[in-house]
């Protein structure tokens, strides 16, 4: 059996975590305008619930374990990229499709699904 010599974070980019909330966090931004199903909307929470929770428990319970130094990946270029396909590629230019479709490109360009 495989045991663990640390509860650090060791290996988990807290930069990628900030952006899985942020992804979350936009594209579910119509949690309380549409209402689908009670399952889809405690599914939303908890994804929001646990992203914000991973992302807190790295910035403060485990700071000492992060090294921004070894976290190297190049955010803004995921961010420019959401942020240049979101205006380009939408439905309608209002506010909530804009901010969803920056979070569904961003989280599709990060996992290769281009």
Request: hydrophobic share 45%; with cysteine.
């Amino acid at each position: 059996m495989f045991t663990f010599p640390s509860s650090a974070p060791l290996g988990i980019s807290f930069k990628t975590q900030a952006l899985y909330a942020t992804v979350f966090l936009t594209r579910y931004t119509d949690l309380f305008t549409n209402f689908q199903s009670v399952y889809n909307s405690i599914m939303k929470v908890i994804f929001i619930a646990s992203s914000l929770y991973i992302v807190y428990l790295m910035k403060f319970k485990f700071k000492a374990t992060n090294d921004p130094r070894l976290d190297t990946f190049k955010v803004q270029y995921i961010i420019g990229g959401a942020a240049a396909l979101a205006l380009i590629a939408n439905y309608a230019f209002t506010i909530q499709e804009v901010k969803r479709l920056e979070g569904n490109e961003s989280c599709m360009i990060w996992t290769g699904f281009t």
